[in-house]
């Protein structure tokens, strides 16, 4: 039984009406304590909708949703949903654009104050929070549309961490972000993973990303999960993938074409850094 | 949450009403509601009521679509009913209670009150449900053509139609985006007394105008780098054109109108 689990899911929007639709059927899905999960699939694949599901914002239409000790089905009432959202955090596609307070300090504070924390344990897990995405003290009274876009999404994201939740969901998290600021925000994600223990759901397009830093994939097609297992099972059968519309990440290419080319590694490599370590002694040897 | 909403919706199916004019669609379901004001006896509201129902029956649109238009206007046309019965006078007395009384007159008056509604809402979903949002507005930017001699700024009034028609859905899904992302901070719009709902308000509000106006002046931009420069002296991509179906259907109800006049004599 992991953390969360979900049996046999179906949601549709819009049920009996005109405009019905389906976006997730028949999903199975499990995630263990303090485990980070990639979410992988091309556009409307429905993996926003599953983490919608995740996060009580919607009821499944059968089926049910378990998470930590909250269950759901589709009778469940809201009051339910809203003791669920305690335990998770979503950090959505642009969260710059859920800030609104008069200053990054209220603003990342007002999450916690609305599960029921005092001003001043709303205001000193916001103090901390902030350390955690990276900005200094002399941001928590300016306003947060005075922020350049890169540090608008750390405060967001400080909003989304002060929450402290045992899980957290990242749709996207560094979509437009320059390079530095992808991965450092991506660092602090696994950091926070290692250290804490917090479980991670991350849905992205980024395969280098899941390749980096998850260790589960579940790979989602037409609101079905066709796939699941390890990024090493998922990304060593590139013919699959590319059938499925995904790519591989680049060293896995790279990797790829060294096999076709006579070489063979025991341990098919992910990361830059896996691959090099394997590369150098093969090259040692052929000197 | 908006999910529900269903007028001013369109259905892209190909039928006879939904490949006529837009000018003649808009003029002619607007008549139609002066119309449904000149009947006036059991003929000739049954008379119109045929027609609609042909009218909808034309669209190909599934009837549980009309309803869906219907179904948000139910309270209003059943308390204007209501008041319409209890507070008619005339007729034989049925039932009688201080001001409140249940006559003969009263209860015709009800059922065509009734009908008076049902018709013009159904007509006005015929509109929306076979015409584009945009063509909508292109046909009142032409209506409005003749205005230009009193100097009323006719193409920017239909440029900002159709910014503001381009942007309702965008907006909706920016809005259940924000609230999403609120709720997921522990924002509850749903409990809590009136005063706490109204102050729930407030972090949708704000998020949404910031994003109206960033959204405003990039567009703006854009337009301005793709040589937009004002109304006047622009060609038009989307031209309308009126063909025989459009004669018919004028010639249609001017048929209708005769025969409601022939019924109303009656």
Same mark, same amino acid.
């Given at each position: 039984?992991?953390?969360?689990?979900?049996?046999?899911?179906?949601?549709?929007? @819009?049920?009996?009406?005109?405009?019905?639709?389906?976006?997730?059927?028949?999903?199975?899905?499990?995630?263990?304590?303090?485990?980070?999960?990639?979410?992988?699939?091309?556009?409307?694949?429905?993996?926003?909708?599953?983490? @919608?599901?995740?996060?009580?914002?919607?009821?499944?239409?059968?089926?049910?949703?378990?998470?930590?000790?909250?269950?759901?089905?589709?009778?469940?009432?809201?009051?339910?949903?809203?003791?669920?959202?305690?335990?998770?955090?979503?950090?959505?596609?642009?969260?710059?654009?859920?800030?609104f307070?008069?200053?990054?300090?209220?603003?990342?504070?007002f999450?916690?104050k609305n599960?029921g924390?005092?001003?001043?344990?709303?205001?000193?897990?916001?103090?901390?929070?902030?350390?955690?995405?990276?900005?200094?003290?002399?941001?928590?009274?300016?306003?947060?549309?005075?922020?350049?876009?890169?540090?608008?999404?750390?405060?967001?994201?400080?909003?989304?961490?002060?929450?402290?939740?045992?899980?957290?969901?990242?749709?996207?998290?560094?979509?437009?972000?320059?390079?530095?600021?992808?991965?450092?925000?991506?660092?602090?994600?696994? @950091?926070?993973?290692?250290? !804490?223990?917090?479980?991670?759901?991350?849905?992205?397009?980024?395969?280098?990303?899941?390749?980096?830093?998850?260790?589960?994939?579940?790979?989602?097609?037409?609101?079905?999960?066709?796939?699941?297992?390890?990024?090493?099972?998922?990304?060593?059968? @590139?013919?699959?993938?590319?059938?499925?519309?995904?790519?591989?990440?680049?060293?896995?290419?790279?990797?790829?074409?060294?096999?076709?080319?006579?070489?063979?590694?025991?341990?098919?490599?992910?990361?830059?850094?896996?691959?090099?370590?394997?590369?150098?002694?093969?090259?040692?040897?052929?000197? | 949450?908006?999910?529900?909403?269903?007028?001013?919706?369109?259905?892209?199916?190909?039928?006879?009403?939904?490949?006529?004019?837009?000018?003649?669609?808009?003029?002619?379901?607007?008549?139609?509601?002066?119309?449904?004001?000149?009947?006036?006896?059991? !003929?000739?509201?049954?008379?119109?009521?045929?027609?609609?129902?042909?009218?909808?029956?034309?669209?190909?649109?599934?009837?549980?679509?009309?309803?869906?238009?219907?179904?948000?206007?139910?309270?209003?046309?059943?308390?204007?009913?209501?008041?319409?019965?209890?507070?008619?006078?005339?007729?034989?007395?049925?039932?009688?209670?201080?001001?409140?009384?249940?006559?003969?007159?009263?209860?015709?008056?009800?059922?065509?009150?009734?009908?008076?509604?049902? /018709?013009?809402?159904?007509?006005?979903?015929?509109?929306?449900?076979?015409?584009?949002?945009?063509?909508?507005?292109?046909?009142?930017?032409?209506?409005?053509?003749?205005?230009?001699?009193?100097?009323?700024?006719?193409?920017?009034?239909?440029?900002?139609?159709?910014?503001?028609?381009?942007?309702?859905?965008?907006?909706?899904?920016?809005? !259940?985006?924000?609230?999403?992302?609120q709720?997921?901070?522990g924002v509850n719009f749903s409990s809590g007394s009136l005063i706490k709902r109204v102050k729930s308000i407030v972090p949708i509000l704000i998020? /949404?105008? #910031?994003?109206?106006?960033?959204?405003?002046?990039?567009?703006?931009?854009?337009?301005?780098?793709?040589?937009?420069?004002?109304?006047?002296?622009?060609?038009?991509?989307? #031209?309308?054109?009126?063909?025989?179906?459009?004669?018919?259907?004028?010639?249609?109800?001017?048929?209708?109108?005769?025969?409601?006049?022939?019924?109303?004599?009656?």
């Open positions: 039984m992991g953390q969360i689990e979900l049996n046999n899911v179906d949601y549709k929007y @819009q049920p009996d009406t005109p405009f019905e639709a389906t976006a997730l059927q028949a999903i199975n899905f499990t995630v263990e304590t303090g485990s980070y999960t990639a979410l992988i699939g091309h556009t409307g694949s429905g993996k926003s909708t599953l983490i @919608q599901l995740i996060d009580g914002l919607i009821k499944p239409t059968s089926g049910e949703v378990t998470v930590v000790d909250h269950h759901l089905t589709a009778t469940s009432n809201s009051k339910d949903l809203d003791q669920l959202r305690k335990n998770v955090g979503i950090v959505f596609q642009f969260p710059e654009s859920q800030l307070e008069e200053t990054v300090l209220k603003d990342i504070a999450g916690p599960f924390k005092t001003d001043a344990e709303a205001t000193a897990i916001a103090k901390k929070s902030m350390a955690l995405v990276g900005l200094t003290a002399d941001f928590a009274e300016k306003s947060p549309f005075d922020l350049s876009g890169g540090q608008m999404r750390r405060v967001a994201i400080a909003g989304v961490l002060a929450l402290e939740p045992e899980i957290l969901i990242l749709d996207e998290p560094t979509a437009g972000l320059d390079a530095s600021g992808q991965a450092q925000i991506m660092n602090l994600f696994k @950091q926070l993973n290692v250290e !804490q223990g917090i479980t991670i759901i991350l849905v992205t397009h980024n395969m280098e990303d899941v390749a980096k830093y998850a260790n589960q994939v579940y790979v989602l097609n037409h609101g079905a999960i066709v796939k699941s297992g390890t990024p090493r099972e998922i990304f060593a059968n @590139q013919q699959w993938l590319m059938e499925n519309y995904l790519t591989v990440p680049v060293t896995t290419r790279v990797a790829q074409k060294l096999i076709d080319k006579g070489y063979s590694f025991d341990e098919f490599p992910l990361t830059v850094a896996e691959l090099s370590q394997k590369l150098i002694p093969k090259l040692k040897g052929e000197q | 949450m908006f999910t529900k909403v269903i007028l001013g919706r369109y259905v892209p199916i190909d039928s006879v009403i939904h490949r006529l004019d837009p000018r003649s669609k808009l003029v002619l379901s607007l008549y139609f509601i002066v119309l449904v004001f000149f009947a006036n006896n059991w !003929q000739s509201y049954a008379f119109l009521a045929a027609t609609t129902l042909a009218t909808i029956l034309l669209t190909k649109v599934q009837l549980k679509f009309f309803w869906e238009g219907i179904r948000p206007l139910i309270f209003i046309i059943i308390l204007t009913v209501l008041l319409q019965i209890v507070f008619s006078a005339g007729g034989t007395v049925y039932w009688h209670w201080g001001i409140f009384s249940i006559t003969s007159m009263g209860l015709v008056n009800g059922v065509y009150v009734f009908m008076r509604f049902f /018709l013009i809402i159904c007509m006005s979903t015929v509109l929306t449900l076979t015409t584009p949002p945009l063509l909508i507005a292109d046909a009142v930017e032409s209506l409005m053509k003749p205005l230009l001699k009193i100097k009323v700024p006719v193409y920017e009034i239909a440029l900002m139609l159709s910014i503001a028609l381009r942007f309702i859905p965008t907006l909706m899904d920016e809005t !259940q985006k924000i609230m999403n992302a709720r997921a901070r998020p /949404l105008f #910031i994003s109206a106006f960033n959204r405003a002046e990039d567009l703006a931009t854009a337009m301005e780098s793709r040589g937009y420069r004002g109304g006047d002296h622009r060609s038009k991509f989307r #031209i309308l054109k009126w063909r025989g179906a459009d004669t018919i259907a004028c010639v249609g109800l001017a048929a209708i109108t005769a025969g409601l006049f022939l019924l109303r004599l009656l």
